[in-house]
């Protein structure tokens, strides 16, 4: 990140994890590649579900791209609305192996990291944005302690000190085709998702400052 | 019913409840209106969401349309998915007045009639259908107590003596639209919807004895 | 029952079943046994888990005890508080196999019987009882399609022609010791439980007339 | 905190907020007031729901008592187990106004402070010494942003320099008397909290080195 950032936004997506056989993150960045928002160029690129080379791939893209916006995009299935997540802990604790295998636990992502970051999207005007535009959208006060919060964590480490660059993480749910397998289970369409993304980039890269609005929980 | 059931299929969709401006089930009934599936025209019409009224008018049009099938659905905000309903019950119990102000306690749909019907449709053969073609499905065991049980229970009440009609209730899951002003709740889009009802008549025309599949519940 | 209804309440409780090392149903009923409520004797027994023997089990309890008063109890995991189930449904569809590996889908339980039956208890005035109490409880419209509907079921049905005795079904969450194995699963002890038993009796002893208080459910 | 810390525990609850009468967090740390617990002695204290005065009352107690361990609780009403919470942010950001009206939204509690600190306590051991013991026990990655973790981060920030002196927050589920006002609400007895909080002052005064227990979340 020694260059100055271009008018480039970088969309990442994951692989496939936990049994699944496609990740509608990837699905839903993917469908934004090479599309003109606000002037700047989309950029969807893939990352591996696993801890380390995940970010490892990450840092890659932004070093080659030298992006003006980065939001990461993860599967959260069980959730019903695109989580805009608030914060990033370090601690990696994987309740299921990642896809090589690894299963850390309570182990730091970055040695002398902070305990955690705050994201920096204006995640309140994404939410007011969304909600507006009717897609079900939502703040989420944690990203999990698995691959997403891992990337999460290890790209606002990496953006700390490049205030130029804003950096976030998005959680979305399953595709419908994946609750089919999932009795119960929530969903949203790619279509929708893309939509969602869409308009979260164009707010990032329009609103300076965030809004105001109560969007917390109570516990 | 007094005429052969001719090739016509009516579907039928609630009138907005429960301070909504819209109910998603009048949108995915309206949007096959028209359409031809299995050699079936697919006629939609719209119920009040009225105890009584509503049953009024399902009668009048199953009378003027002579239909061989008959699927009535609802609105099931807060469900994620499309609720192949199972058994209709003899009770109106209502959580909050219809939109005329009724509410009634504890009281008989048909005097008469028994504690319960249950569905005329295949159930099972539709949840694999629509499963298998990726749309999230489920059985439910039960249809609540308020309009939509009241619609359900009565249909089957009117056909029970008219073995060559077959009829059921679908509950569905809000709009997305809907879903952006209720935080966390899951939601479907109008077109997934309509894609599952579409294969779900395709189905309840030609599928004869139903499949046996485990799909029940431990309580 | 060719005989008199006698001074008896007889209160069942279920074997453990779906891996569980006990089941609270009988922890909270066996509590009882032996207990007089409102002039009348408790007698607590033991169902097995499976279709066909628990009915056996229970119609020759009921033989043998000529009870004026049966609340069939049984396990919900999953659900939070105690549920006053209204209806029964002729129908078994197991999603698990039963303690003898038994699982039938969509069978009647009683070949020539009607779809449902509604709970003889004065469920309503139970939970204002339970809630003035201080018990979390609950009206339910779905007591399953497992063991627990199938007694619930055939109970009413053996009780069709006796007006003189009331019964009905209770569902409880877990106990916390199970609860403990599953991971953000809501429980109550057996002392609350049995508490709320105690009153659930006292009231179907002496309350003639059901309350008339709302507590459907709008799906 | 000039003074070394002494053998005292200091456990404290709140008051009652959003509407409810009473606070299931006071009654279970009362409980324990004035008990030894390996050799240490409990001290419960009442914090008010108020951002900014809870904190000016939780350090004064803290001054005042110079105890080796700090265990702040807090109801979380819908959580169904006893939550060990792992970490507290820097954010105050209110769904609903405390008890004195204010309603902070996005604020930071610490002017400089970091955007987080990580629990003190053994959350992990704690974890498996309530489940060993049959009671019902859960990490849960975020205390809101409310006066619970406003006073959970306060309370890190103050122990920042006092690596004598543990800390931490649990959060309860309601009581089962305010559960009963909670259609469907899941709740646990004071008397199981009690216990539960007695078993994890054990742990936390013992353990020093926390167990290696996966016990993550994906999201």
């Known amino acids: 990140m020694s260059e100055m950032p271009n008018r480039t936004v970088l969309l990442t997506g994951f692989a496939p994890f936990g049994g699944e056989t496609c990740n ?30 995940s970010l490892v791939a990450l840092r890659q893209a932004i ?36 896809n090589t295998g690894a299963q850390p636990v309570d182990e730091p992502i970055a040695q002398d990291g902070p305990a955690a970051y705050f994201t920096g999207l204006p995640i309140k005007a994404m939410l007011a944005a969304l909600r507006a535009a009717g897609i079900p959208a939502e703040i989420s006060q944690t ?10 964590y290890g790209l606002m480490h990496a953006l700390r000190n490049v205030p130029a660059v804003r950096g976030g993480f998005v959680h979305i749910p399953y595709a419908p ?43």
Do not use: K
């Not at 606000?38 to 950029?43: F, N, Q, T, W, Y």
């Open 63 to 98: 070093h080659e791209l030298a992006p003006s916006l980065v939001i990461c995009v993860g599967q959260a299935g069980g959730r019903a609305q695109i989580s805009l997540e608030r914060v990033a802990i370090n601690v990696d604790d994987a309740r299921i192996p990642d």
């Open 24 to 53: 509608p993150s990837w699905d839903a960045v993917q469908a934004l590649d090479g599309e003109t928002i606000e002037g700047h160029r989309i950029v969807a690129r893939w990352l591996p579900v696993e801890f380390g080379a």
């Open 143 to 152: 990203a999990g302690t698995y691959v997403c919060n891992h990337v999460f």
């Open 177 to 219: 085709a994946q609750a089919a397998l999932h009795p119960g289970a929530p969903s949203l369409p790619p279509s929708v998702v893309s939509d969602g993304l869409r308009l979260a980039v164009a707010v990032a890269l329009t609103v300076e400052r965030d809004a105001r609005i109560a969007a917390g929980a109570t516990h």
